[in-house]
């Protein structure tokens, strides 16, 4: 029995190896450069995606580079990487999850809850970090000096269960110079140490491609989240054109036509009295010498109304001037009477 168990342990034990590589080349194939067999990462960004988005949720990635021990801080930094890679192609809505089963409570509500079909989502993403190695500096590609990360990335239906495509990425460089892609976003505090180096150069090439790699195997009906379209404003209305005010001709004066010419007489006495009126009972105002020149304004019986040359206007009575002589030039002239 002891010989038999001998020879049967390294037959066991060939037997899972062999099991083993069979089930890692089925799940994870070997690995190949995403941008051979999709759009590469900056070719999807120029497209300037503007349709509908899916929702997907990105399981948080656990570094497994070492055997035997399971990472989740550099695992957070490529999760994040990766959320930031997604939205900037503007066709998902990212969620993190910390694991399956906390998706998959999500995605089973309660009867109560009120939670909506379209709210559900439509793609996981999950995967760890197989490889991470840190190149030396200065030395060559085959001595150790290439940096490179490979992470196994899954995309399934979590409605179904389905996984819909799995892939095994690996970035690579030996140096940071032509690193044009800024895939990621900011490098995340955990990585920091690795900031302008090879090893972050690595880092987004993963990042870079795995996001091609989902975009790629993402299925046209996940894509049903219509984007906002805000109200169109109404076309404004075209400027109204203001006439330059025309100032209004001034109105017409009115033309007051000349006042006919005073008929002219002059006072025939030696001294006249001035009255306020055409009666002999009215208030004497001033008097005037014989030759004084009157307008005759009215005649109003045996007085008449005057002006004098410095416009004064009072009543004097007719027989002192000469429009009595001028009325009957054959009578004798009057007797002159103090009036």
């Known amino acids: 029995m002891r010989k038999l168990f001998i020879i049967a342990l390294p037959i066991t034990l060939i037997l899972i ?11 994870h194939p070997d690995e ?8 590469t990462y900056e070719q999807i960004l120029e497209e300037n995606y503007k349709g509908p988005k899916a929702r997907i949720a990105i399981i948080r990635f656990i570094d497994k580079s070492v055997r035997g021990q399971e990472n989740s801080q550099a695992g957070d930094g490529v999760t994040e990487m990766l959320r930031q890679a997604m939205l900037a192609t503007n066709r998902y809505i990212v969620q993190i999850q910390k694991s399956s089963a906390e998706l998959s409570r999500g995605q089973n509500p309660g009867d109560n ?5 379209e709210d559900e989502i439509d793609l996981s993403i999950e995967g760890f970090i197989k490889e991470f190695k840190q190149g030396i500096a200065g030395a060559g590609e085959k001595s150790g000096g290439a940096s490179y990360i490979t992470l196994m990335v899954t995309v399934t239906n979590p409605r179904t269960n389905q996984i819909l495509a799995t892939e095994r990425i690996r970035g690579k460089a030996t140096d940071f110079g032509g690193m044009v892609g800024k895939g990621g976003g900011k490098l995340p505090e955990v990585f920091k140490d690795f900031s302008k180096t090879p090893m972050e150069k690595a880092i987004r090439i993963a990042i870079e491609d795995s996001t091609s790699f989902i975009v790629a195997k993402t299925p046209p009906e996940s894509y ?14 075209p400027p109204v054109k203001v006439q330059p005010e025309v100032p209004l001709p001034p109105p017409p004066t009115a033309v007051i036509p000349p006042s006919p010419p005073l008929r002219m007489t002059q006072v025939a006495w030696d001294n006249v009295n001035l009255r306020e009126g055409p009666g002999a009972n009215y208030k004497v105002i001033g008097n005037v ?5 009157l307008g005759i304004l009215e005649m109003k019986g045996n007085w008449l109304h005057v002006r004098l040359e ?30």
């Open 17 to 27: 190896s062999m099991s083993c590589s069979t089930v890692d080349q089925v799940i």
């Open 310 to 339: 410095d416009g004064t206007e009072a009543w004097v009575i007719k027989s002192a001037t000469s429009e009595a002589s001028n009325a009957s030039p054959s009578a004798p002239p009057p007797k002159p009477m103090p009036m």
């Open 289 to 293: 010498k014989k030759g004084t020149s």
């Open 32 to 39: 190949k450069s995403a941008s051979a067999t999709w759009p």
């Open 224 to 237: 049903r989240v219509l984007p906002v379209t805000l109200p169109k404003e109404p076309p404004k209305p």
């Open 113 to 117: 809850s009120q939670n909506k079909k």
